[in-house]
């Protein structure tokens, strides 16, 4: 009987294993590699590559930039309506990527709730490159404040209180003190934040619309390719397979170069004349 369930288990493995990974080869093998490399060079993998690249940039940045101190508020303060908060942050998550571009555009486009006033002062955002930002952002950014929370709230709290009580300022220990014990937990929700945003296609498609060279990501570059040039659709994807490898390989080596953070952070922190 033990044996039995062994063998149907691995049975069972090894049809899972086929079918995520079949359809991987079956992206590389379909194209031989210099096809692959001419279709990357036509001017609508460039153009859709290039854009991609900067909006996401832009977007990822933003998110950080923003998200992190907000992170550490929340996953450090304790106050009523905290759970309400953190649900609300998290509902993008759960919303089709149709909706959230529909959302977006009654809220930014011209007919939408703020597009009164953007038109006001001559902000267009709706359709141009400025929507691709937008719709990147909202996508990525419940991922990235998730897990920059609970990389925060796993943070003791000992060590930040040791470090206000050395006269520490707040920043100070946000910095020196909270960002490095985080860093770990912070970079995996980047390189997840960043990957999902980078595959972002229902909400840019309905937002920002799929202009070559102007908003056209690679995601909707396949999509756009898929009727008139196969190979060139076959060759963006690849260039996403390996961008998921890369970001996989990336969370894997992440823990490992947090654990060279040091105690010398702390103690700089700590430090009277912080």
């Known amino acids: 009987m033990k044996h039995a369930f062994t063998a149907a288990a691995v049975v069972a493995a090894a049809f899972a294993l086929a079918f995520l990974v079949l359809p991987v080869l079956a992206l590389f093998l379909r194209v031989p590699p210099g096809d692959l490399v001419h279709a990357l060079g036509t001017s609508a993998a460039r153009d859709a590559l290039v854009v991609s690249i900067k909006t996401s940039a832009i977007a990822h940045a933003a998110v950080l930039l923003v998200g992190t101190p907000a992170a550490y508020v929340i996953g450090r303060g304790r106050f009523r309506g905290r759970t309400l908060l953190l649900s609300l942050i998290e509902l993008p998550l759960v919303l089709p990527p149709a909706v959230a571009g529909i959302a977006l555009l009654v809220t930014f486009g011209r007919l939408g709730l703020l597009g009164g006033a953007l038109d006001a002062v001559g902000v267009r955002l709706s359709f141009t490159q400025a929507a691709v930002i937008l719709a990147v952002a909202f996508v990525e950014s419940p991922l990235y404040l998730r897990g920059a929370i609970a990389s925060f709230e796993s943070v003791d709290g000992a060590l930040l209180d040791a470090a206000r009580t050395l006269r520490a300022r707040p920043f100070r220990v946000f910095a020196r003190v909270a960002l490095p014990l985080a860093a770990g937990g912070l970079g995996a929700a980047s390189a997840l ?82």
Not at 197 to 204: I, N, P, Q, R, W
């Open 193 to 274: 934040a960043l990957a999902r945003g980078f595959g972002e296609f229902g909400a840019t498609l309905l937002f920002a619309g799929s202009l070559q060279g102007v908003t056209q990501t690679l995601p909707l570059a396949v999509y756009a390719q898929f009727e008139v040039n196969l190979d060139t659709a076959l060759a963006i994807g690849a260039v996403f397979v390996c961008f998921g490898i890369v970001v996989l390989l990336a969370l894997k080596l992440i823990p490992g170069w947090t654990r060279s953070v040091s105690l010398w952070t702390f103690r700089s922190a700590s430090s009277p004349s912080a």
